[in-house]
Nanobody, 116 residues
Framework: QVQLVESGGGLVQPGGSLRLSCAAS????????MSWYRQAPGKERELVAA????????NYADSMKGRFTISRNNAKNTVYLQMNSLKPEDTAVYYC?????????WGQGTQVTVSS
């Protein structure tokens, strides 16, 4: 049974940091590109960051470059998203995604709220 379980979300003040984790099971993690997406209320889901199966290459949405860092630990079947200098507009539900060939898996999401 495939599972992606996100954790680490919460309430943080503007300028603060959070580290999200996504623990994967039920598939060969090291074969999959892993991504983080987010969806704010009333908006479409958007790509935040992605990392190749080996971790050798990463990609970020323009508004996250320099503030967010995606990483993975294939030995622990976990992908991370370090978020720094958070802004109120970063408030959203953050989702973990695993993709390989035609397979596409999603986690249930974790809420991140940036507010003073």
């Amino acid at each position: 049974q495939v599972q992606l379980v996100e954790s680490g979300g919460g309430l943080v003040q503007p300028g603060g940091s959070l580290r999200l984790s996504c623990a994967a099971s039920g598939f060969t993690f090291s074969r999959y590109v892993m991504s983080w997406y987010r969806q704010a209320p009333g908006k479409e889901r958007e790509l935040v960051a992605a990392i190749t199966n080996t971790g050798g290459s990463t990609n970020y949405a323009d508004s996250m470059k320099g503030r967010f860092t995606i990483s993975r630990n294939n030995a622990k079947n976990t992908v991370y998203l370090q978020m720094n200098s958070l802004k109120p507009e970063d408030t959203a539900v953050y989702y973990c995604n695993a993709g390989h060939d035609t397979r596409d898996y999603w986690g249930q999401g974790t809420q991140v709220t940036v507010s003073s």
